[in-house]
């Protein structure tokens, strides 16, 4: 049985720092890609970053890009997302995905099989 879980969210001031843990079972880890895509009430779930299994390749959504970062740890099948210099627009319910192939489409919802139940992260002004 596969299982993602996620953990780090938590309430933070604006500017602060937090870094979201998801770990990986069940499942060869060092061969998926690992996403995280965040959703606040009302609004389509969009993605934030993702890294292929090799962790040679990152990307990031243009909102985030410079300020989170995405790592994994194939040893501990866990995949981290640091998020520095947070904003109130980062509030949302954080989730980790896993995507099999080689080259999935990273930024797509669709290409991730297995997905995490969420962590919430609030950012104060």
């Known amino acids: 049985q596969v299982q993602v879980v996620e953990s780090g969210g938590g309430l933070v001031q604006a500017g602060g720092s937090l870094r979201l843990s998801c770990a990986s079972s069940?499942?060869?880890?060092?061969?998926?890609?690992m996403g995280w895509f965040r959703q606040t009430p009302g609004k389509e779930r969009e993605f934030v970053a993702a890294m292929t299994w090799s962790g040679n390749n990152q990307y990031y959504s243009d909102s985030v890009k410079g300020r989170f970062f995405i790592s994994r740890d194939n040893a501990k099948n866990t995949v981290y997302l640091q998020m520095n210099n947070l904003k109130p627009e980062d509030t949302a319910v954080y989730y980790c995905?896993?995507?099999?192939?080689?080259?999935?489409?990273?930024?797509?919802?669709?290409?991730?099989?297995?997905w995490g139940q969420g962590t919430q992260v609030a950012v104060t002004s």
């Open positions: 995905a896993a995507a099999s192939g080689r080259t999935p489409p990273a930024s797509r919802e669709y290409a991730y099989d297995y």
């Open positions: 069940g499942l060869t880890f060092s061969s998926y890609t």
